[in-house]
């Protein structure tokens, strides 16, 4: 499983290292070093290809003529890419990902348990802080949800 947050720096060909802990949690929990990297909000997320089936199959369950779920899908599924760690631990992210991912050189992977996002540094602090700030009333919400 995925978490703790990490900075790195994307080089000049899109690539970017991957972090030890969460490359260990790749292939110790996943067997596999592919993840498949897609737009998700305000950042972008990688999911163990494993994991990514499980989307596809809860996708293709979904009632995809219904508006917001077409544009859902269209969103979400059609700028995923696959991608393999290197010799190096690095990943390539292409770059029209790079660009609806809004990320310049300094990046934050963030491990969230399945998946791990990768969000421009300056949009990770930005939105970090938003929620440290109304962490108590996120903290009310998870607890009516049963967490």
């Known amino acids: 499983m995925f978490s703790g947050r990490y900075n790195h720096s994307i080089d000049d060909k899109g690539r970017v290292k991957v972090p030890q802990r969460l490359k260990e949690s790749l292939i ?3 067997d596999n ?3 498949v990297i897609t737009n998700l909000d305000k950042c972008l997320a990688a999911y163990p290809l494993e994991e990514w089936r499980k989307l596809e ?3 293709l369950k979904l009632p995809s003529m219904q508006k917001d779920v077409l544009d859902f899908l269209r969103y979400f599924f059609s700028g995923a890419e696959e991608v393999e760690l290197d010799k190096m ?6 770059q029209s990902l790079k660009i609806s991912g809004n990320l310049n050189k300094e990046v934050v992977f963030v491990g969230i348990i399945n998946r791990f996002e990768i969000w421009d540094r300056n949009l990770w602090d930005a939105d970090f802080e938003g929620a440290k700030s109304n962490f108590e009333s996120i903290a009310a919400t998870m607890s009516k949800v049963g967490f």
């Open 33 to 35: 070093s592919r993840v």
């Open 57 to 59: 199959e809860k996708a």
């Open 89 to 94: 631990d690095r990943i390539h992210i292409p």
């Open 28 to 30: 110790s929990d996943y």
